[in-house]
């Protein structure tokens, strides 16, 4: 008989560096629970509040989604499964535009969890907002973030929760999945996207306002349309500096420049939380001394609209 994969959680007074490896390992799936405190936690829903009602009151023309033109705002669209009305459901580079994103990217536990898992040579990704406009939230089908073939690295996604998400609205996942062959991946997410958005071996992962869910590039994971309240979860992505060496999927300007953005936000989230314990890291230990950033060799970066 096979042994159930089951998700782990943890409250985050009460997180090790080994209940945490071990169970992001044998998973793919790892829930942080109450990792945000309230004032934080107001900040981040304000700031992305406006953003979710720009989306909304001001989208692209019908005509220039369908033509796939992108939108200047990085909002992406698209059509709810059961009404057949187009909806905005994700906004990208998030740290452009708000404050307090910039500052939670700094947040020590979310950096300790990273250099928990990845070490110290990760690498920061991507970062954005998907959420279920109210009424009408979009089906994210189910997928893997990345096909490529690299298993010896846990990439992952920090999936920061800003709404309650119950069983109607989550994301359902498939603990294990993080370690299938692609084969039998790709198998099982066109028998879960036949039909509609079907469940069939996954577990709903319910979350609550402040948790954290962390989710392996690799783990099978999607989330149905839905006709309820507003849900919104804050995502970034880090890999390990080895994977993007094999398989050079950014340049090292692109690395410099994403690794600076934590030297930045550091600075920002320091002055912004004098009272609070920072977590010190000093970039990749692979002898590459461009990447200290403490140096002036690299211009720090701007946001846009923010100086």
Known sequence: MLETVVVTEC??????????????????????RNALSPEELHRLRCDTQEMVEEAVTNPMS?????????????ICYGRHYITGEITPFRVNSLLDKSESVRHLFAHPLILQTVHDILGDNFLPTWDSMVFKTPGVGAEIPWHRDEQIDDYAHHN???DIYLDDSDEENCV???P?????PRAQAEQKVQELNSGGFQRNGAVPVVMYAGDILLHDIHTLHGSAPTQGPLR??????YRHHDYNKQFHRWNDAFEIGRRSLITRCHDLRAAAYEDEQAF???GPN????HYKYETSQYEQPTWKGHK
């Open 156 to 158: 992952f996604n920090v």
């Open 176 to 180: 294990g999945s993080h370690l299938w």
């Open 172 to 174: 359902w996942g498939i």
């Open 286 to 289: 692979d002898g590459a001394s």
């Open 280 to 282: 010190l890291w000093n």
């Open 62 to 74: 019908e005509k220039d989604i369908d033509a796939q033109r992108p939108d200047p705002r990085d």
């Open 11 to 32: 409250e985050a007074s009460e997180l090790t560096k080994e209940v945490l490896v071990r169970g992001f390992a044998e998973s793919g799936l790892f829930i942080i």
């Open 232 to 237: 919104r979860v804050i995502y970034f992505e």
